[in-house]
């Protein structure tokens, strides 16, 4: 792997990307057609085509028959006209001779039975006949095309990890127990972590350990937890391989995967530092709640996407019509592909591309929308939209390759996920944890501040506030750093349900959260379930003490009021932590039920900084009030001040220029107050913006 800070320069491809999947070898019996495709993506802007995804049965029809001339053509006709082109790696889809003839390639389920051949992603990662097969076809392409003018970027496979199961056989058990024994060291050092002596099921060798499935081993969490580890670990494995095969055939052109929308059985923070650049697939059901809720979660996955390397990414799909696999196949309304588009650049992405270009003419994905469809002409209503985007993306050209500062972060780890949603209980129907990162995501966002959504991982100490919502898990050191972080004047909100276990799913002994106490000033006695009909609130704490009489009045905290409006009261559900108060202030207690008084949301001075614990699950407007209340007391503020409901305010910066998008996902029109000097890039601006309307403007720092 090349380090990164020589590699910038490349990654940066000096234009906004327009195009995306395009299947030639769909058409190559209709030459007629691959020429009239040219005209057209050049009409709609389109510099980029991404091939060779699914098209290892043209490329090796029989085993050993190799066939690129094909692809040398249409690669040669495209770069003459101007268009480039990101290659991909076949090895999402294997030809049916390779299944037959070599079974091993094909996943076993947790039932122990081999799939049959068909769909994609269903390669067992561990086989060798597979890896050897990939290495070779791998290697030719670079070799033949690595060096092509018009070849930009490798695209590794595809949406690695889609399949419905990870493969139980037994190449793969054999690898998970060998991972156990490197990270564990010795079989007795296994049973500690794991816990095992519960239920009486303690191991004696590496030997004896199987994955855990529905017909076996399931209850011990922290098997679950290595097991899923150890999946990740394969993929990355598997994406060390076919880089190396790349080297080997000469190319060193960045490489990406294209990863998906809130993908919980893979960790992509270990994936991250094996590519070059990050890209995803973006398919949001837009129009199925309002916009502007639909926006919000999108943006956080552009963030989320963007943060794992904090540098630009590559929208590598989305849809300028509507998809065929989701429930509705809903059409996006005027304004709306436009909106959706120039929200992934806003969020940092360097490119808008498709699935697909040309519609296919049969199979699954045949009624999926794509910029050309089965009419085939330009005079479509997506066509338009899709050639405005384009003459978009030319007028943003100065945006390409500009940063993303946030000063704010929400962690959101997807190990953690994996052990909360595993844990039984307190919640078996619900613990919400994507929705309760979503509250604290949108509190910094509606405030118009550009937010980083980090994991446990990376650094904390370049931002000014941090929220944890949720860290039920604290995995190693991560306690010691938020402290470290605290004590030199940073600001954590952490909330309800963090710091119960360790990261193999151990609970910590003598109180939670786990080695956090003192910075937060306090220790959770218990934690509420409550039935989806209950409620509480929380009221402001003029007279409770921490156990709920009322024989003293908590202190003001010094520095006036940290919520704004003292009188204002919030409900909360699902989730109510009973907590006693050491050093922390209540700012809230609750309103009903037999911890009437307790403590609802507190605050804490250690060292430097501060720490805010959240104690229950309260509605969005506890998030918007408080976190708008931190970003004050921290002198942060965005670039509009006042961010209008359903508007968005994104800033990139590059020189000696912040570019703000602002973008309305309201219904209506919306008046917005443009920053003083602003130069409006593109879009429609008369002191108001219209419905799904954007506005990109540069403002000179």
Same mark, same amino acid.
């Given at each position: 792997?090349?380090?990164?800070? #020589?590699?910038?320069?490349?990654?940066?491809?000096?234009?906004?990307?327009?195009?995306?999947?395009?299947?030639?070898?769909?058409?190559?019996?209709?030459?007629?057609?691959?020429?009239?495709?040219?005209?057209?993506?050049?009409?709609?802007?389109?510099?980029?085509?991404?091939?060779?995804?699914?098209?290892?049965?043209?490329?090796?029809?029989?085993?050993?028959?190799?066939?690129?001339?094909?692809?040398?053509?249409?690669?040669?006709?495209? %770069?003459?006209?101007?268009?480039?082109?990101?290659? !991909?790696?076949?090895?999402? !889809?294997?030809?049916?001779?390779?299944?037959?003839?070599?079974?091993?390639?094909?996943?076993?389920?947790?039932?122990?039975?081999?799939?049959?051949? &068909?769909?994609?992603?269903?390669?067992?990662?561990?086989?060798?006949?597979?890896?050897?097969?990939?290495?070779?076809?791998?290697?030719?392409?670079?070799?033949?095309?690595?060096?092509?003018?018009?070849?930009?970027?490798?695209?590794?496979?595809?949406?690695?990890?889609?399949? *419905? $199961?990870?493969?139980?056989?037994?190449?793969?058990?054999?690898?998970?127990?060998? /991972?156990?024994?490197?990270?564990?060291?010795?079989?007795?050092?296994?049973?500690? *972590?794991?816990?095992? +002596?519960?239920?009486?099921?303690?191991?004696?060798?590496?030997?004896?350990?199987?994955?855990?499935?529905?017909?076996?081993?399931?209850?011990?969490?922290?098997?679950?937890?290595?097991?899923?580890?150890?999946?990740?670990?394969?993929?990355?494995?598997?994406?060390? *391989?076919?880089?190396?095969?790349?080297?080997?055939?000469?190319?060193?052109? =960045?490489?990406?995967?294209?990863?998906?929308?809130?993908?919980?059985?893979?960790?992509? $923070?270990?994936?991250?530092?094996?590519?070059?650049?990050?890209?995803?697939?973006?398919? =949001?059901?837009?129009?199925?709640?309002?916009?502007?809720?639909?926006?919000?979660?999108?943006?956080?996955?552009?963030?989320?996407?963007?943060?794992?390397?904090?540098?630009?990414?590559?929208?590598?799909?989305?849809?300028?019509?509507?998809?065929?696999?989701? !429930?509705?196949?809903?059409?996006?309304?005027?304004?709306?592909?436009?909106?959706?588009?120039?929200?992934?650049?806003? $969020?940092?992405?360097?490119?808008?591309?498709?699935?697909?270009?040309?519609?296919?003419?049969?199979?699954?994905?045949?009624?999926?929308?794509?910029?050309?469809?089965?009419?085939? &002409?330009?005079?479509?209503?997506?066509?338009?939209?899709?050639?405005?985007?384009?003459?978009?993306?030319?007028?943003?050209?100065?945006?390409?390759?500009?940063?993303?500062?946030?000063?704010?972060?929400?962690?959101?780890?997807?190990?953690?996920?994996?052990?909360?949603?595993?844990?039984?209980?307190?919640?078996?129907?619900?613990? /919400?944890? +994507?929705?309760?990162?979503?509250?604290?995501?949108?509190?910094?966002?509606?405030?118009?501040?550009?937010?980083?959504?980090?994991?446990?991982?990376?650094?904390?100490?370049?931002?000014?506030?941090?929220?944890?919502?949720?860290?039920?898990?604290?995995?190693?050191?991560?306690?010691?750093?938020?402290?470290?972080?605290?004590?030199?004047?940073?600001?954590?909100?952490?909330?309800?349900?963090?710091?119960?276990?360790?990261?193999?799913?151990?609970?910590?002994?003598?109180?939670?959260?786990?080695?956090?106490? #003192?910075?937060?000033?306090?220790?959770?006695?218990?934690?509420?379930?409550?039935?989806? %009909?209950?409620?509480?609130?929380?009221?402001?704490?003029?007279?409770?003490?921490?156990?709920?009489?009322?024989?003293? !009045?908590?202190?003001?905290?010094?520095?006036?009021?940290?919520?704004?409006?003292?009188?204002?009261?919030?409900?909360?559900?699902?989730?109510?932590?009973?907590?006693?108060?050491? +050093?922390?202030?209540?700012?809230?207690?609750?309103?009903?039920?037999?911890?009437?008084? %307790?403590?609802?949301?507190?605050?804490?001075?250690?060292?430097? &900084?501060?720490?805010?614990?959240?104690?229950? #699950?309260?509605?969005?407007?506890?998030? #918007?009030?408080?976190?708008?209340?931190?970003?004050?007391?921290?002198?942060?503020?965005?670039?509009?001040?006042?961010?209008?409901?359903?508007?968005?305010?994104?800033?990139?910066?590059?020189?000696?220029?912040?570019?703000? /998008?602002?973008?309305?996902?309201?219904?209506?029109?919306?008046?917005?107050?443009?920053?003083?000097?602003?130069?409006?890039?593109?879009?429609?601006?008369?002191?108001?913006?219209?419905? /799904?309307?954007?506005?990109?403007?540069?403002?000179?720092?």
């Amino acid at each position: 792997m090349t380090d990164m800070t #020589d590699r910038k320069e490349q990654i940066n491809f000096g234009k906004m990307l327009h195009g995306g999947d395009y299947n030639p070898e769909q058409w190559l019996d209709s030459p007629e057609i691959l020429e009239k495709d040219i005209e057209y993506f050049k009409k709609a802007h389109i510099n980029e085509v991404s091939i060779g995804i699914f098209s290892w049965s043209t490329l090796e029809p029989e085993e050993g028959r190799y066939c690129l001339d094909w692809m040398q053509e249409i690669i040669d006709r495209l %770069w003459a006209n101007g268009i480039s082109v990101i290659l !991909a790696t076949p090895s999402g !889809a294997r030809p049916k001779w390779m299944a037959d003839k070599y079974p091993e390639v094909l996943r076993v389920d947790e039932y122990g039975k081999r799939d049959f051949f &068909g769909a994609r992603h269903n390669h067992c990662l561990t086989s060798p006949v597979y890896r050897e097969k990939v290495r070779i076809i791998d290697r030719m392409l670079s070799e033949r095309f690595g060096k092509h003018p018009a070849v930009i970027a490798w695209h590794i496979s595809n949406e690695l990890g889609g399949a *419905a $199961h990870d493969c139980f056989c037994p190449l793969c058990q054999a690898e998970f127990r060998i /991972f156990l024994r490197e990270k564990y060291g010795s079989i007795d050092n296994l049973n500690k *972590a794991w816990a095992t +002596t519960f239920w009486s099921h303690t191991y004696n060798s590496f030997d004896q350990v199987e994955a855990p499935s529905r017909r076996g081993e399931n209850g011990l969490h922290a098997l679950n937890l290595d097991w899923r580890r150890f999946v990740t670990d394969r993929y990355a494995d598997f994406i060390k *391989a076919e880089t190396a095969a790349i080297r080997e055939g000469g190319s060193i052109l =960045p490489t990406t995967i294209n990863m998906m929308y809130d993908f919980i059985p893979i960790n992509y $923070h270990k994936l991250a530092p094996l590519v070059d650049i990050i890209s995803w697939d973006n398919y =949001p059901s837009w129009h199925k709640k309002e916009e502007a809720v639909t926006a919000m979660d999108t943006a956080m996955q552009h963030d989320f996407m963007r943060s794992l390397k904090k540098a630009p990414f590559l929208l590598m799909e989305s849809c300028p019509s509507a998809t065929n696999w989701q !429930a509705v196949s809903k059409l996006k309304k005027p304004g709306m592909h436009e909106a959706s588009s120039l929200q992934a650049v806003a $969020h940092g992405s360097d490119s808008v591309l498709y699935f697909q270009l040309r519609q296919s003419r049969g199979a699954s994905e045949k009624f999926h929308g794509a910029v050309i469809d089965h009419y085939g &002409g330009d005079d479509t209503r997506v066509f338009r939209d899709v050639t405005r985007v384009g003459e978009d993306l030319e007028k943003l050209a100065d945006v390409c390759g500009t940063e993303t500062v946030a000063k704010v972060a929400v962690v959101y780890d997807v190990e953690n996920r994996w052990a909360m949603e595993q844990a039984q209980g307190p919640r078996n129907a619900g613990l /919400f944890y +994507t929705e309760t990162a979503l509250k604290s995501y949108a509190a910094f966002r509606r405030q118009g501040l550009n937010v980083d959504v980090i994991d446990e991982s990376q650094p904390l100490d370049c931002y000014s506030v941090v929220a944890m919502p949720m860290l039920y898990m604290l995995r190693e050191g991560f306690a010691d750093k938020v402290r470290t972080y605290v004590e030199n004047g940073g600001r954590i909100i952490m909330t309800y349900w963090s710091g119960i276990v360790d990261e193999t799913d151990l609970c910590f002994l003598g109180g939670t959260p786990g080695g956090l106490m #003192d910075v937060l000033g306090l220790r959770s006695t218990e934690i509420d379930g409550l039935y989806d %009909w209950e409620m509480n609130t929380g009221i402001p704490a003029d007279s409770f003490s921490a156990d709920g009489t009322q024989d003293k !009045a908590y202190p003001k905290e010094d520095g006036g009021p940290i919520i704004s409006g003292t009188k204002a009261s919030y409900t909360c559900t699902h989730l109510c932590d009973l907590v006693r108060v050491s +050093t922390a202030q209540p700012l809230l207690v609750y309103g009903s039920d037999f911890y009437k008084g %307790w403590p609802a949301l507190t605050v804490n001075r250690f060292g430097e &900084g501060k720490a805010w614990y959240v104690c229950a #699950d309260f509605e969005q407007r506890l998030y #918007d009030d408080l976190y708008r209340a931190i970003a004050g007391e921290a002198g942060i503020r965005g670039p509009l001040g006042e961010v209008p409901e359903g508007v968005e305010v994104t800033t990139r910066t590059g020189g000696d220029k912040d570019f703000i /998008f602002i973008q309305n996902f309201r219904r209506e029109r919306v008046a917005v107050a443009l920053p003083a000097g602003a130069e409006i890039l593109c879009g429609e601006y008369d002191g108001t913006i219209d419905s /799904f309307g954007t506005v990109a403007a540069s403002v000179r720092k």
